[in-house]
C-alpha cells in the first residue's frame, strides 16, 4: 500500500470491501450447503450474488469520491459502469434465465462485463491504489468464471453454481483479507500520529 493514501481513506474502502466479501463467500456457502438446487434457486442465488457485488462496488465508489487520493485518473466511470452492468445482470438473469442455457449466457456475459473492467482497472492501477491489486484478481476470476460456466453448460445448475462458487470463494477470502489489511493500516497510521 502506498503511503500517500490517509488513514481516512484507506478506512473508506474497509466496509464496503468487507461487505463485497461476505456477499461472495455467502454465494460460494450456499453453492457448497445447497447440493441440488432447483433451477428457480440457482437463478435467485446467481442474481443476488450479481446484485451485492454490483451494491458493494457501487459503495466503495462513493466511499472513494471523498477522498482525492483514490482518484483513478478518468477510470472511475469503467467501474461505475462495472457496478451499474452487476445491477443490470442480476435482473437479467431473473428475468432471461428460463432455461439453463440462456443462464449460462447471461451469467456468462455479465461475469465478462463486470470482470473485464475491474480486471483492466486494477491492472493499470496496482501499484497506486490500495485496492488495485484486489480489482486484478477478482477481475481475472469473473472472466475465468465466465469462461468456466459456458464448459459446464451441457451439465446441471450443480455444475453451474459450483463454477461461479469457486470463483466466489476465491475472491471472498481476498477481498476479506483486503478490507481486514485496509483497517489494519488505517488504524496503524491514526496511532502514529501524534
Do not use: C, Y
Not at 14 to 26: E, N, Q, S, W, Y
Not at 77 to 89: G, N, Y
Not at 136 to 156: F, H, K, Q
Amino acid at each position: 500500500m502506498t503511503q500517500e493514501h490517509s488513514a481516512a481513506a484507506l478506512r473508506a474502502l474497509a466496509a464496503p470491501t468487507l461487505f463485497r466479501a461476505g456477499v461472495a463467500l455467502a454465494f460460494a456457502a450456499a453453492t457448497i450447503f445447497v447440493t441440488a438446487p432447483s433451477h428457480a434457486v440457482g437463478t435467485w442465488l446467481l442474481a443476488l450474488w450479481f446484485a451485492g457485488t454490483g451494491v458493494g462496488m457501487l459503495w466503495a465508489q462513493q466511499r472513494a469520491a471523498e477522498h482525492p487520493s483514490l482518484g483513478l485518473d478518468g477510470l472511475e466511470a469503467s467501474l461505475r459502469s462495472a457496478s451499474f452492468l452487476a445491477l443490470l445482470a442480476a435482473v437479467a438473469v431473473v428475468v432471461l434465465g428460463g432455461s439453463l442455457m440462456s443462464l449460462v449466457l447471461v451469467v456468462s456475459v455479465g461475469l465478462v462485463l463486470v470482470g473485464l473492467p475491474e480486471l483492466w482497472v486494477g491492472s493499470t492501477r496496482r501499484k497506486v491504489h490500495p485496492l488495485g491489486r484486489d480489482w486484478t484478481l477478482t477481475g481475472l476470476l469473473a472472466v475465468g468464471a465466465a469462461i468456466g460456466v459456458l464448459l459446464v453448460s451441457g451439465l446441471d445448475m450443480h455444475a453451474v453454481l459450483g463454477v461461479t462458487g469457486g470463483a466466489a470463494i476465491v475472491s471472498g477470502v481476498f477481498l476479506l483479507l483486503a478490507g481486514l489489511s485496509l483497517r489494519h493500516d488505517a488504524a496503524r497510521r491514526e496511532a502514529a500520529q501524534p
